[in-house]
């Protein structure tokens, strides 16, 4: 047995039983951390399968911001009494059937497949170059589904409108209550003064590296969202109000130039979400850099959550 082969079976294994430890849990808190943790190891499985670009989205989303929701979430919860509420044996056994039942089916799925299952991978990567991009993955999210990827960051958008529409009337318009750390220590404070330069180099590195190397809009949006969370967790800057106009333009400037330059494929390329050959790549940059502001706004409002008090407040 290689080492490699007793690496993977040995991070198998401990997929399961962190999975396992996650639906087991009693403490929401605990099963939250567990969450996280299993997301992170899930990137690593991704980084085995050589989908790199498929594990920095695990682990910014599945480990990162998924996480930071999910305790927003359970901290709002603490206060309600809905907190006290327990499944019980039978619902738990229930989840458990369902979730083994499910495994079952994806296993029957994976091994049915063919052994040289049909692709369209040799086509796209000989007209890759034509796109001007070396990515094949940023190759096929922004010309082969680009249509795809526009309403990927629409739905994004709605659901955070879905998540505002929970406030009370009277809040709407207002702050976000974040209430994930109501009291920031120090040691916070001083990773939110020491961590948002780092970070944001780092998400405008992965998105300038997307069009070559993995990476991408998302994977550097979700990097700068983390840093202005933490920034916003150790109170070194309020949360802004929904009805801030900078704050709403943000929000729509990636969708709406993205559309933008789908219109002009019109015009240019005769039609919608087609790149003139001789601008694609520069037009694709433009679209990369304005959805990775706007990702990144999105984000960090979803975990901020609905607005609670007016800004005079």
Known sequence: MTYYVAFDLGLAGLLIAIAASTICARAAFVSLVLFMIYGLLLAIVWVRLSAVDVALTETAIGGGVTGMLLLGAAARLRATKASAAEAGLSFRLAA???CLLVSVALGVVVFSLPDVPPTLAPIAKENLALSGLGNPVAGVLFVYRALDTLLEKVVLLLALVGV???AQDQAWG???GFRVYAQPNSILVFLAQVLPPIGIMVGIYMF???ANHPGGAFQGGTVLAAMWLLVMMARLRDVPAINALWVRQLLVVGPG????IGLLGFVFADSFLAYPPDHAKPLIIIAEATLTLSIG???ALLVAGPPERMPQQ
């Open 164 to 166: 505002w529409s929970l």
């Open 208 to 210: 300038w590296a997307g």
């Open 257 to 260: 130039a993205f559309l933008a």
């Open 96 to 98: 458990g059937a369902l």
């Open 297 to 299: 706004v999105t984000l």
């Open 174 to 176: 207002g702050i976000p």
